[in-house]
């Protein structure tokens, strides 16, 4: 299988974040039916994509990663370096 055929179960901690007027897309997930660590995403207004390299061990480390990085670099990190890899 493909991985644009593959399925993914999204964490509950996945959807819309707002802040300070902007708006990005959070996908936390992982391939359905299995126990493999967590995937984290952001999507900005634009669709761009920023992509964590490394994974976590629950969807909760994914969510508060992501709340740390919102912290520290503001949520306009996203959309300054779209397509980009965090670690």
Not at 48 to 70: P, S
């Amino acid at each position: 299988m493909s991985e644009s055929e593959e399925q993914y179960e999204f964490s509950e901690f996945s959807g819309e974040f707002v802040e300070d007027g902007v708006t990005v897309i959070l996908r936390i997930y992982r391939p359905v039916g299995t126990n493999l660590d967590w995937m984290l995403e952001v999507l900005d207004e634009e669709g761009n994509t920023t992509v964590w390299e490394d994974t976590f061990d629950t969807d909760r480390d994914a969510f508060e990663e992501f709340l740390a990085t919102v912290q520290r670099d503001g949520i306009r990190s996203f959309l300054e370096e779209p397509v980009q890899k965090l670690h």
